[in-house]
């Protein structure tokens, strides 16, 4: 968790604090004392934190019953399945969705942390063996880490919107808040809203510190680096949108 590399300027290096900070005002400064020092705690936890708290304000002003029936009417082909059913049978299925994505939601950190561990590795192989650089798995991990704090200003627009006046009955738990296209088009195709919510500000903003990020650990250019990143975006996306097109 903390890969310690020595850079050789001579300059003092950051505080878990500041390089959090900086990571959201001077980001090229927090990506070059990862090469000092691969450590990504306190970003973790600061996404534990808030993503915990956002489940928790969901749990008790929604509920998971709530969130499960929101679920099932945006996806036309599982309304569908679900009208088929006994009310006996129906009831059955919402209580077990229910109950699946309330401990998936509290237990999310440690998928995020999976997800970030092969994000990095996925990362680490196409740079380094598709642009010849030498970063190590402890540098792309921390990277990816670092550059998705801009999320917490979801969690905390997630915690404040359901706190004060989201309505229940239309919240919707994979698109809490409107720093996205999909958000504004409710009604609009499933594959459609998938799709538009990828054009998301915060999103965005997280990919540009990925691309900023590798440039600085990989000792590469920009041009380079943001080609790999968004080219990984933009299958991902690809992928994700058919999904939705599939079984929604």
């Known amino acids: 968790m903390n890969e310690e590399i020595v850079v050789g300027d001579g300059q003092p290096g950051l505080s878990q604090v ?24 306190l970003p973790f936890l600061l996404i534990v934190v808030f993503a915990t708290a956002s ?20 996806s036309p082909k599982q309304e ?26 509290y237990a999310l950190p440690i ?9 990095a590795a996925i990362m680490l192989g196409t740079i380094n063996f598709g642009l010849g650089a030498k970063m190590t798995f402890g540098q792309a991990l921390a990277v990816n880490i670092y550059s998705s704090l801009p999320y917490l200003i979801i969690s905390l627009l997630t915690i404040l919107t359901v706190a004060f006046g989201n309505n229940a009955e239309t919240f919707n738990m994979q698109n809490p808040v ?17 799709l538009l919510a ?33 080219g990984w975006w933009l299958l991902i996306t690809l992928i994700s949108v058919a999904a939705t ?3 929604s």
């Open 111 to 119: 998928f995020l942390l999976f997800i970030f561990a092969i994000y």
């Open 80 to 105: 569908e399945q679900m009208s088929e059913l006994t009310p006996e049978a129906r009831a059955s299925q919402m209580e077990k969705r229910a109950m699946g994505t309330r401990y998936f939601s």
């Open 198 to 230: 990828q054009f998301d500000l915060i999103k965005l903003w997280s990919l540009a510190l990925t691309v900023v990020g590798f440039k600085i650990v990989a000792k590469k250019s920009i041009g380079q680096t943001a080609a790999v990143v968004i």
């Open 18 to 41: 500041e390089r959090v900070v900086n990571t959201f005002v001077a980001p090229t400064s927090t990506f070059k004392d990862i090469l000092r020092s691969t450590s990504w705690w």
């Open 245 to 247: 097109a599939a079984f």
């Open 55 to 74: 489940t928790y304000t969901i749990d008790r002003q929604v509920g998971f019953t709530r969130v499960a029936e929101n679920q099932i009417h945006a």
């Open 178 to 194: 409107g720093t996205n296209l999909g958000y504004f088009f409710p009604d609009t195709a499933p594959w459609l809203k998938a």
